[in-house]
């Protein structure tokens, strides 16, 4: 595709490549800039109620207007294929810096987070749900001193993947997402809302502050089966030296039941960095115990996982 033409973009060069379309960084002809050029799978521009879906996701995602959000320049169909032009963004995603460093430190994670959750509930204000939060959708860029190290941006919001479901084009008992970071309720196809991403953003942090997301097995069903019945593991359990009040925390944003999570992605890094600025220590820590503390008896036990579901859990670096 490298000097090919599309509408009034030519293709530079692939920066991306999922599982329904490519990403390119090309040149703009028209205004003499760069952008990134996201180019969908040509079957896709096949489907009627797809296409207008996608333009009608497409008008509501380049209406949004917050610093921590990619805009939208344009997006349209040329030669048979459905097309977003969008900012380029110079620098590295979370993943390649997860990669890079193992885990970050408590600062670091709730900067970045706090970020990634103003440019979500912004997008939830709007009716429009990300669906797939991950360290590969938020971008890192230059930030502008030494206390705003990086700008971050999330990307790739749910225009296809909304539009996928709701026009057919997947098969009943599928969902949209990625593994290590779907809510329990897209794995249910549930409706969803805002509190999906809650869940996914808190499964980011987790990865952030542990080095692995909160759930590791064998195989995806396994995994799958993990969400939706396992409980996480906490954080200063993995990592000793993390504040033990950011436990509840992260249980209660990677909670199973969309209401019994936080209400917004906001609220969730505000818990978070109240928790984490908490001094060490300044709680005391008790073994916990499955008792209802309403009704003052103990509960029943949960039944043990299968063993295709046991955990499988891979210190990252430092650990």
């Not at 692939?14 to 969908?40: F, H, P, Q, S």
């Not at 990634?116 to 360290?135: E, G, N, T």
């Not at 969803?192 to 499964?203: E, I, M, Q």
């Not at 502050?209 to 200063?236: E, K, M, Q, Y």
């Amino acid at each position: 595709m490298t000097g090919r033409r599309i509408a009034s973009y030519r293709i530079e060069q692939e920066i991306g490549r999922g599982g329904m379309a490519v990403v390119y960084r090309a040149r703009d002809l028209r205004l003499g800039r760069t952008v990134a050029l996201k180019l969908l799978s040509p079957e896709l521009a096949g489907n009627d109620v797809f296409r207008k879906r996608f333009v009608h996701e497409s008008q509501t995602a380049a209406a949004i207007e917050h610093p921590h959000i990619i805009p939208v320049f344009e997006a349209g169909e040329a030669e048979g294929v459905l097309f977003i032009a969008m900012r380029y963004v110079q620098g590295q995603d979370l993943r390649a810096l997860l990669d890079r460093e193992g885990r970050l430190p408590v600062q670091a994670t709730t900067r970045i987070a706090l970020q990634v959750a103003s440019a979500l509930d912004a997008a939830h204000a709007h009716a429009l749900v990300h669906r797939d939060v991950k360290p590969g959708n938020i971008l890192l860029a230059e930030g502008v001193d030494a206390e705003h190290p990086e700008h971050v941006y999330l990307t790739d919001f749910g225009l296809t993947k909304k539009s996928l479901s709701l026009s057919g084009l997947t098969t009943v008992g599928q969902f949209v997402g990625t593994l290590d970071y779907v809510a329990p309720e897209q794995i249910e196809g549930k409706p969803v809302d805002g509190r999906c991403d809650v869940y996914s953003l808190a499964c980011v942090v987790f990865e952030a502050l542990t080095g692995a997301p909160p759930f590791r097995r064998d195989d995806d069903v396994a995994l799958l089966w993990a969400h939706l019945n396992a409980p996480p593991p906490s954080p200063s359990s993995l990592c000793p030296g993390l504040p033990a009040a950011l436990d509840e925390v992260m249980a209660t944003a990677l909670a199973k039941s969309p209401e019994d999570r936080y209400g917004s992605c906001v609220a969730f890094v505000t818990a978070l960095r109240a928790a984490a600025a908490e001094r060490r220590g300044a709680r005391t820590r008790h073994t916990p115990t499955q008792v209802d503390r309403r009704a003052g008896l103990p509960t029943q036990e949960p039944p043990p996982p299968p063993p295709w579901a046991m955990p499988v859990y891979t210190p990252g670096p430092g650990l």
